[in-house]
């Protein structure tokens, strides 16, 4: 494997001295908690915008909210964002809905695969459980349609593409803590700008929210195959098929007047298919135990 500097490969023989020791427990204790920490930053918005609106005064200027979303009215206000939901129904999309199948198959077969390879670790299986609760947390937003069940779509989304990122630069790269802490703060703080773009930006339909995540495969994409990982091309692969999920996801409005049902249901199907090849890019080159 090729040198990574001192990101990859620290001198930690000043740690055993006794006045950095706990210091070095500090840091690994935070680093360990990181999803709860990043869920924990991910709810904030969500319980202020409620907070607010339970006040009567509608969401906060301060609140981080995609820009496709207007403020909501409360906690149950309705959104109405895609093609197929012509009403408030339970089952107005119902394609919107069932697609998010693909999702719970990926993190399925993601699962069985870990388990195939030997590769039983909690990080893998947060994983593979993430990619079926960004289902979950998808179907209840087409059913409900509701502002609180949009914070059930987005957060498992933002805490999959997090989750995967930091895997990937520990387990597969190699970095150290610190640095994989910093990859992926840096993700994050780009998500959220990423989030406040228009929808109408470009006429996008507010798919420019997933360009860090596209830029993001992409340029893992092409370290996998130049560094010649087990199955090299896989995630690269991963974002073609993201780029045909952001077609779908931006002309599901555009088709809307000739195919009333839309096209958003593909935008979950493709994506189910990247969120395999992400799982499985990561179990095939899981560093194998002494």
């Not at 930690?12 to 680093?31: D, K, S, Y």
């Not at 699962?111 to 609760?133: K, N, S, Y």
């Not at 970095?175 to 992926?184: E, H, M, Q, T």
């Not at 893992?220 to 780029?243: C, D, K, M, T």
Request: charge should be positive.
């Amino acid at each position: 494997m090729a040198q990574l500097g001192s990101w990859a490969k620290p001198q930690t023989a000043w740690l055993n001295q006794p006045r950095w020791r706990w210091a070095w427990r500090l840091a690994g204790g935070a680093v360990q908690r990181l999803p709860v920490v990043l869920l924990a930053v991910l709810l904030l918005p969500a319980v202020q915008s409620v907070c607010v609106a339970g006040e009567g005064q509608g969401a906060s200027q301060a609140t981080i909210l995609p820009a496709q979303v207007a403020a909501p009215r409360g906690w149950n206000a309705a959104l109405d964002l895609y093609c197929e939901r012509t009403s408030p129904a339970f089952w107005a999309e119902p394609l919107n809905a069932w697609s998010n199948l693909a999702f719970v198959l990926a993190g399925i077969l993601g699962w069985r695969l870990a388990e195939r390879r030997g590769c039983r670790a909690g990080e893998m299986c947060t994983l593979a459980a993430l990619a079926v609760i960004v289902g979950v947390g998808s179907f209840l937003f087409h059913t409900f349609a509701t502002y609180w069940a949009m914070w059930f779509d987005l957060i498992p989304i933002f805490l999959y593409q997090l989750w995967f990122l930091w895997l990937y630069s520990r387990r597969v790269i190699g970095l150290r803590g610190d640095a994989s802490l910093a990859i992926v703060a840096g993700f994050f703080l780009v998500m959220m700008l990423a989030m406040q773009i228009p929808a109408n930006f470009l006429h996008l339909n507010g798919s420019a929210t997933y360009a860090p995540a596209l830029a993001m495969i992409i340029a893992l994409g092409v370290y996998h195959a130049l560094s010649i990982r087990r199955e090299p091309w896989l995630l690269l692969a991963a974002g073609g098929v993201f780029l045909i999920a952001l077609s779908f996801r931006t002309l599901d409005n555009v088709l809307c007047p000739v195919f009333p049902r839309g096209t958003h249901f593909l935008w979950h199907t493709f994506n189910g298919g990247l969120l395999y090849l992400t799982l499985r890019a990561l179990i095939v080159n899981w560093p194998e135990r002494p």
